[in-house]
């Protein structure tokens, strides 16, 4: 990446003075991508449910994915509807699928469409199923499109070896971006690899950052940090605020009652 510490005027002029500015060169370097990695995302990667526009809840499980338009919808909106419209969905209203069969050539309709969330769900569905080198080619085309969720996948299948070697250059390149792009357990498990190559003051400073998206796990480091003596008691009184802060975004009475109702119905 350039640095615009030093302009040239001439490619030939360029080759000649490099090395008196190579060092200077990567260090600036470096700093540009740190303002980027670092830069506070202005929402987590999953983004706000379309309808009721509060942020989606960072457990999966607490919304729902639509094949006939894409949309992650919350089980707030998902239940309040099937209240009025059982067979239509929230989003779109159209008529929901009535077998997988119909679901898959809705979904294959938006793959083609370019619909990056399509292309990443059809991914996700293929890791599901231990397809690997299909997952791979979806989540690759998801992730050129800038989709958070799939650059960390990649991440995890470069580190895990699942269907490519392992390489931990893409390991980190993946998981930057996907941090970049406002994924919390992606930043967290940067945050990791920061700790244990002995860089506490990095992996302090993306623990903060996935704790104030809502991430639990970050919380925890963070706690076991504290105790031993590298957060200050101001920082983590702040962060716990953040991160409350961040948590309580994603309720309503609305989304707390179906949880209720779905609890209540798989007892």
Known sequence: DDCDLVRYCSNECQKTHKSEHEQACKKRAAELRDEILFKQPESIHLGNCPICCL?????????????????MICDGCNRASQTRDYDKCPFCR????????????????????????????????????????????????AAELGVAESHFRLSLMYHFELGVEKDEGKVIHHMEKAAIGGHPRARNNLGCEEWNNDNSDRALKHWIIAATQGHDDSIKHLMNAYKGGFVDREVLAATLRAHKAAIDATKSPQREAAEKYFQDLHR
């Open 55 to 71: 942020p989606l809840p960072l457990d999966r499980t607490k919304s729902s994915m639509y094949t006939c338009c894409s949309k």
């Open 94 to 141: 159209k008529t929901l699928p009535k077998t997988k069969e119909e679901g898959y050539k809705l979904i294959m309709k938006r793959v083609k469409a370019n619909d990056p969330a399509a292309i990443n769900q059809v991914g996700e569905e293929q890791y599901d199923k231990e397809d690997y080198d299909t997952a791979f080619e979806y989540y690759t085309k």
